[in-house]
């Protein structure tokens, strides 16, 4: 009775009820609300602060414990400079155009996106084929507003055709390739009607000014991993410098998105959690490969989609880096300890994909790239992007700056070389051509060997001669030179590291991870439930005495404090509802567990314990109950071995 | 042998090696070094980071879960209108001045400590008595450059009991004031001798531009507070409407300071702990002040600084708060469990004084506010702030929006009360007194009970006469009103509820704990030691193999991996330096313990144990030091009671 099967599904997934909970329990909120709001930032109430800070706790020991990374902490403010030398200043943009009238900014691939999926969708009404409304970016608050209503036109099948190709590989068009799409298929702003101007490109950094003069303009960073490179040199030191080796950090970014409207999927402050990963670019394979070479993966390639395909394949990753679709085994790594993580926190790993970027969608800085996306109801959205920067950012910043940020490794042998030289008598040359002799001896010192050896042949037949930087002959004789072979000894390597990163949206995951999560009650539709594994749950077990009566006060508090003690976060509700109500209101927040306190307590020391998702609820001592709890929540046990420890609870019990 | 006691003041506190250490070791390092740097930010290197991670989880601990605290996270970027609004674009400045030839900026009441301090400083000198510098704002590295230079002047009696006076209360004066303080004791920028402008204010907020219009601008948070209290109404819902509560929130602020130069005490960029604990304004008693009522705090009163002096005066909390001195109980309670805080973390209760703001020191919106003030290298510097708020913040935020920030809460009892009312009969008086009749009535409601009775009594006798707002006179007659006593029934009492914010600086604790923490060893000044208490030392255990032979692998895993899943977190230092080398880099660390894994290990199973402050070593079967470990690192066994359970090792043991 206690271990029922659960049909989650039952229900189809309902977004406006969806949204009602997490806003009604403030898991969050738009940010300013009483100030009207502003597109793009949202406030986390306390049970998404709790998820939030229990996703980075996991994400640390997954990540940052298990593979020995070293954790930094960056600022967000930085000097212009820096973002200049990135080249974020120049490059970090997205296109927008405007309302030819009303001057009204839009994201411009959005635009194309959204009238396209609605022209193909008008198409499919007027063809008669029933239709789910197709995934939208905007934000259901808006949608009366902004979706882009889909008139029943039917189009000719080659037009049909054309749109999927256009949106399959929309991320790879260029903005001038997005405003002839806009002129060549009359795309306009569904809003008013009106044609769009050329797309622009706007910066999406957010500027500010450090200091009291106003002199030293700021950026806030659209991205942690500045910070990461910028202090290269210190975690080399840190590291012995020894290399492979990763840096981490979690922390807040800034984009000033044109229009964002999708909630907690685009956002214009959010936090990541981003890693840099040092590697030799000479060997980009990884120690612990061997561990997730079996590992399978939903791929979705780069030419897959340049043929205007989205569908993915599934490949262990062994395989998918043997036969080069993923570029070495560090990224391969990197990719399947993504999904391990991403399926340890709750994701549904029916809708998570991995899918390559196309090559004019890349970032300025990347050699390849792999997002892991998640399906939800807006669509695939990346949630975690993983890209192969490779020395582009440590060779920028060291050029600008001047420091070396290279490894230096000692070499296990010695390279030994023997070359040609030719050693100038500086005395006789000096005397010979003056001011000249620096040019001529640079000349020497870069003539190949074939070069040399002739030369060292005509002088042994008396003279010979070089062609100065500005073409003039000079005739040298032997007592000026000698041309001989040396050996050259090298015993360190210098290089400049790869880095690979996988960079983590927070938020993103977040979101996405609630939805996954949520359903409804077979029996009762109102009756939402969040299904949270118990590891980032914001709470794990609710404390439910019978009332808020005195009588049950030392228990609540024994049973509190001996949950804390084993480190379970508990929580109390004593309010006047039933005890079924005050489960349900936390089955909406995602508690897995609970524990009911009655008369029954006080007098035999027993307990019920409830689990969330099937109901079902066992009873024993006390003390067992919550040793049982700590494994359960600890991931030690499973309810079915919980079922099978204590009796189940049918209700009934007697009081004296 | 293992358990001597250790001396750590041998060598007095040096801040140069310290530094040196510090930077060394990449605990924090400026921000953007290879750019040059930007004055007030700072990044944290790997150990610095755990630090800064360990403090915030028992600072979770300490407040969040132990006091039910509900934690949110909101955002740092702000439009301006929540700013302007809560007072901060008028008044969150600070005073500043230029150099009248160099246009160079100060901070004003900087300016006026640094030179007057110098002075005081030179007169010491030239009475001969042996003086230590004086404490300084400045950093280290730009010290030659900005230290005030203290010339041996003396100076009358009198104008030292002045000096001293003005110092004593600084933080008192306006900026006009600080401007007549540089011209009446010819207060110049010592870097130039020139005489410096009058007084500026200068807003320390970062702005910033919303949206890609351009036309929605925003400020960088200078506090978290605004996002707990703009998310009032909805903190309160999720704790059932309930009174009293605490949000909590930890995350970044931003202050554009003036001329920052104290290293992380005086930053640009910070990460805050914040609490907003909401009470009735009426009562403000703490259902938990019994607790720490007889704990006594070092307290430096407003009167005792205004009267010149800076002696903080020892006293139980409870006491204070009766005399008066601390206003409330629940300040009173704060206070304590910060000092709590701060000393479970690492903090020399020989360092830490309460000091309260005199009146025109404290923030525009405060009522009243106690810092917790340490004491360092730099002086006195205030880590914590604990304000009374009282109902400004939900009182202008709930004006300006109109919407109520307030508690409504149902009466135990209803309050009746009866009083005299008049009930004008619009019919009549509307056709009387036409467009006059609502100024009229307005004027019946708002006269006190003696005039209504008095009008009754009139009115009895034929007619009465109101004078209307204008001046002008009313005659009344008996069918216009009915005068009685009516009974009215109040069961909702609405009222904004008073905020107490205890606002921690997490990066000046974190300073000032590493100054207090840093010793050397009596026999080697070389051998720097951090004394970090193991709740937050950033490695919990080093773990050291004779040498990274695979023959010690095993073991490395094997210990390794059970202090992992017992909770403790260890690193391993296989490099060649030798065993003592390897301790001594972690006693900078400030490692809390380690364990040597050799021959013995692998015949007997055996390892050594070490305590880095005393440098003993015990021995013992390895999961014995483990279990052990695991007691030590959470607190539940001392040092003293590990060497009564396990025999010292005398460094020899025999190997088979």
Redesign the interface.
């Known amino acids: 009775m206690a271990n029922l099967p659960v049909n989650k599904s039952a229900h189809p997934f309902d977004k406006a009820r969806f949204e009602t909970v997490l806003n009604r329990?403030?898991f969050y909120?738009p940010?300013?609300?009483?100030?009207g709001g502003?597109?793009g930032?949202?406030?986390?109430?306390?049970p998404?602060?709790?998820l939030?800070?229990n996703i980075i706790a996991e994400w640390?020991k997954h990540f940052i414990?298990e593979e020995?990374m070293?954790?930094?902490?960056?600022?967000?403010?930085?000097?212009a400079?820096?973002f200049e030398t990135s080249g974020h200043v120049a490059r970090f943009a997205d296109w927008?155009v405007k309302d030819a009238q009303t001057g009204d900014?839009l994201r411009a691939d959005h635009l194309v996106k959204n009238v396209l999926e609605a022209r193909l969708q008008g198409d499919k009404e007027a063809r008669g084929q029933a239709a789910q409304p197709p995934p939208s970016e905007d934000d259901k608050k808006k949608k009366k507003k902004k979706e882009v209503k889909a008139a029943a036109v039917q189009l000719a099948d080659e037009k049909v055709t054309e749109y999927e190709t256009i949106l399959a590989q929309l991320d790879n068009y260029s903005g001038p390739e997005l405003g002839k799409l806009c002129r060549t298929h009359d795309i306009r702003n569904p809003d008013t009607g009106n044609e769009v101007t050329e797309p622009q490109q706007?910066n999406l950094m957010?500027?500010?000014?450090?200091?009291?003069?106003g002199q030293?303009p700021?950026y806030?960073r659209p991205e942690t991993a500045q910070?990461h490179f910028?202090?290269f040199?210190?975690?080399l030191?840190?590291n012995?410098g020894r290399l492979p080796f990763a840096s981490a950090q979690i922390?807040?970014s800034?984009r000033?998105e044109?229009?964002p409207r999708a909630g907690l999927l685009r956002v214009?402050?959010f936090t990541m959690a981003e890693i840099e990963h040092y590697v030799d670019p000479g060997d980009k394979s990884h120690a612990r490969f061997g561990e997730v070479k079996e590992y399978e993966l939903d791929l979705l390639d780069r030419h897959t989609q340049e043929a205007g395909s989205t569908q993915a394949t599934r490949t262990t990753v062994g395989d998918a880096v043997a036969r080069g679709v993923i570029a070495n085994e560090t990224l391969g790594y990197f990719l399947v300890r993504i999904a391990q993580f991403l399926l340890k926190i709750g994701v549904d790993p029916k809708r998570l994909r991995f899918r390559q970027h196309m090559q004019n969608e890349m970032a300025h800085y990347a050699a390849d790239c792999w997002d892991a996306d998640i399906h939800n109801s807006y669509g695939w959205t990346e949630c975690v992007g993983c890209a192969d920067r490779a020395a582009y950012d440590l060779t920028v910043?060291s050029n600008k700056?001047g420091?070396p940020?290279v490894v230096r490794e000692a070499l296990k042998e010695s390279i030994v070389t023997e070359r040609t030289v030719a050693e100038p008598n500086k005395k006789v040359m000096g005397k010979t051509f003056g001011k000249d002799f620096a040019a001529i001896a640079k000349v020497l010192e870069d003539l190949d060997e074939p070069s040399l050896e002739k030369l060292k042949a005509d002088l042994e037949q008396g003279t010979g001669t070089v062609v100065g930087p500005d073409g003039r002959n000079f005739a040298l004789t032997p007592e000026m030179l000698t041309i001989g072979r040396k050996t050259f000894k090298q015993s360190v390597r210098e290089y400049t590291p790869n880095v690979i990163e996988p960079s983590f949206g927070l938020g993103r995951i977040l979101y996405v991870l609630l939805e996954h999560n949520f359903w409804a009650r077979e029996q009762d539709i109102e009756r939402g439930v969040l299904s949270l594994p118990p590891v980032v749950a914001p709470t794990k077990v609710l404390i439910v005495p019978l009332s808020a009566k005195e009588d049950f006060q030392p228990l609540v508090r024994e049973v509190s404090s001996k949950l804390?003690r084993a480190?379970v976060?508990s929580?109390v509700d004593d309010?006047n509802a039933s005890i079924g109500r005050r489960y349900a209101r936390n089955d909406e927040l995602g508690t897995p567990f609970g524990v009911t306190i009655d008369f029954a307590s006080i007098q035999k020391r027993t307990m019920t314990l409830r689990e969330r998702d099937t109901t079902g609820q066992l009873i024993g001592d006390i003390d067992a109950v919550i040793a049982l709890l700590v494994e359960l929540v600890n991931g030690t046990a499973s309810w079915a071995e919980a079922c099978r420890r204590l009796p189940a609870y049918d209700g009934v019990q007697d009081v004296d």
């Not at 940010?31 to 100030?35: P, T």
């Not at 930032?41 to 306390?46: R, S």
Request: net charge neutral; proline share 5%; aromatic share 14%.
């Open positions: 329990r403030f909120a940010a300013f609300e009483i100030y502003v597109a930032l949202y406030d986390y109430g306390p998404g602060s709790s939030q800070a640390r414990v020995h070293l954790e930094i902490d960056s600022t967000i403010m930085t000097p400079p820096v927008m900014v706007f957010f500027t500010s000014s450090i200091g009291p003069t030293h700021g806030l910070g910028l202090n040199s210190r975690l030191d840190f012995n922390g807040r800034f000033n044109i229009s214009r402050e910043h700056t420091h940020l804390r480190g976060f929580s309010s």
